[in-house]
């Protein structure tokens, strides 16, 4: 009985870490916040959105760093998902940090800033796209992972099309990121509800 709940006990601590709900809200309080701005101030979005995506890029990408981090630390090392997230949170952390402090680096001009952040998100997005596969072969889902990733691919092919193109209106980086933000909100509570549920039934 007591190796049963041992083992139950372990099953349910790995089922917290591998879900990291807090890291979900503050990525879609982030993206939502983000939105916002540029939806409700498009001029001036069109000089500081390079900035405020970079931002974005830069703190999903810590949260992500953190959690594998952490995952790493608790012995997950057999979990496919964790060098895959380590990689692309590596990559995401350097290209939002050289983003946001463009404006004051003397060998970073504007259109190169433009394409390296649009390529960040894309290559982040991807990665964090692959590292959800990668867990749900092993048989975790994280399907928070899974919505960055798109959120983050999808912005990045946009920020392309921008820059290529005048097609794309400031308007609609800040509709994505809302919509974003609010899926990523409302599936962060739906973990954590998952979470006391199963905390409820672990007591019991």
Same mark, same amino acid.
């Given at each position: 009985?007591?190796?049963?709940?041992?083992?139950?006990?372990?099953?349910?601590?790995?089922?917290?870490?591998?879900?990291?709900?807090?890291?979900?809200?503050?990525?879609?309080? $982030?993206?939502?916040?983000?939105?916002?701005?540029?939806?409700?101030?498009?001029?001036?979005?069109?000089?500081?959105?390079?900035?405020?995506?970079?931002?974005?890029?830069?703190?999903?990408?810590?949260?992500?760093?953190?959690?594998?981090?952490?995952?790493?630390?608790?012995?997950?090392?057999?979990?496919?998902?964790?060098?895959?997230?380590?990689?692309?949170?590596?990559?995401?952390? *350097?290209?939002?940090?050289?983003?946001?402090?463009?404006?004051?680096?003397?060998?970073?001009?504007?259109?190169?800033?433009?394409?390296?952040?649009?390529?960040?998100?894309?290559?982040?997005?991807?990665?964090?796209?692959? &590292?959800?596969?990668?867990?749900?072969?092993?048989?975790?889902?994280?399907?928070?992972?899974?919505?960055?990733?798109?959120?983050?691919?999808?912005?990045?092919?946009?920020?392309?099309?921008?820059?290529? *193109?005048? $097609?794309?209106?400031?308007?609609?980086?800040?509709?994505?990121?809302?919509? &974003?933000?609010? $899926?990523? $909100?409302?599936?962060?509570?739906?973990?954590?509800?998952?979470?006391?549920?199963?905390?409820?039934?672990?007591?019991?």
């Amino acid at each position: 009985m007591a190796d049963a709940s041992k083992a139950a006990m372990q099953q349910f601590g790995r089922w917290r870490r591998d879900i990291g709900w807090p890291f979900v809200l503050v990525e879609g309080l $982030v993206a939502l916040a983000v939105g916002l701005a540029i939806y409700f101030q498009p001029d001036a979005a069109r000089t500081t959105i390079r900035q405020l995506l970079g931002a974005v890029l830069l703190v999903t990408s810590a949260l992500g760093a953190w959690a594998g981090f952490r995952a790493f630390r608790d012995s997950a090392r057999d979990d496919l998902a964790v060098p895959v997230r380590l990689f692309g949170s590596g990559v995401g952390v *350097t290209v939002g940090l050289l983003v946001v402090i463009e404006p004051y680096s003397a060998s970073l001009d504007e259109s190169t800033a433009r394409l390296l952040l649009a390529a960040g998100l894309l290559v982040y997005g991807l990665i964090d796209i692959g &590292g959800w596969v990668a867990a749900r072969v092993a048989g975790n889902r994280r399907h928070g992972a899974l919505l960055t990733g798109i959120l983050n691919a999808v912005l990045g092919v946009l920020l392309i099309i921008y820059v290529r *193109t005048n $097609v794309v209106r400031v308007e609609w980086f800040g509709i994505l990121a809302v919509v &974003g933000g609010l $899926v990523l $909100v409302g599936y962060a509570f739906l973990l954590r509800a998952a979470d006391r549920a199963a905390s409820a039934r672990m007591r019991t």
